[in-house]
């Protein structure tokens, strides 16, 4: 579901014209990024959090080189559900669009068995 589809459903719940729905959607996206800008986390009774997560500093190595790059500590942002929302989630019967369904892909350069 895109977020014009959401916009759009909103508006037809609650009768509120399509136009104030998008800026009442854009304006909560604002909030929620400048919050997590400036640190703080963001809590939603009955729904979930955003969070700012903190990622250790680290050395990663770039194979293609042979050579090693440090990755300073840093934040990122994350979304953690509430245990209703969960709790409903696994009780629905259909998630549509789900990609893990699918089968996975065969990695490059692997050959597929014979039978």
């Known amino acids: 579901m ?3 589809e959401v916009i759009s459903e909103i508006s037809q719940k609650t009768g509120i014209e399509k136009a104030d729905v998008l800026t009442t959607v854009e304006a909560f996206f ?3 990024k400048d919050s997590m800008t400036e640190g703080h986390n963001i809590y939603v009774r009955g729904f979930g959090s955003f969070v700012n997560k903190k990622r250790a500093r680290k ?3 770039n194979i293609s080189k ?3 790059l440090i990755i300073d500590e840093h934040y990122i942002p994350s979304f953690k559900p509430s ?3 969960v709790a409903k989630i696994k009780g629905s019967k259909k998630i ?3 990609v893990s369904a699918k089968a996975p ?3 490059k350069g692997t050959k597929k068995a014979k039978a």
């Open 30 to 32: 604002k909030v929620v």
């Open 96 to 98: 549509t669009g789900d």
């Open 105 to 107: 892909k065969a990695a």
């Open 66 to 68: 042979n050579t090693s």
């Open 83 to 85: 245990k209703t929302f």
């Open 59 to 61: 050395v990663a190595r």
């Open 2 to 4: 895109t977020k014009a």
